[in-house]
């Protein structure tokens, strides 16, 4: 049951990562204007 909890924990991070990278990309991306290295990189 614990592995279970973590698990879920586990991708619950995840999902919140992969849903915060794309909004500071894009951030980055207007300000400095190549930003396609910067999404590869993150």
Known sequence: MM???MMMM???IMMMMMMMMPM???TE???V???T???INF
Do not use: I
Request: glycine share 16%.
């Open 33 to 35: 204007g190549g930003g």
């Open 3 to 5: 592995m279970m909890m």
């Open 29 to 31: 991306e207007t300000n």
């Open 37 to 39: 290295t910067e999404k």
């Open 10 to 12: 586990m991708m619950m």
């Open 24 to 26: 500071v990309t894009m």
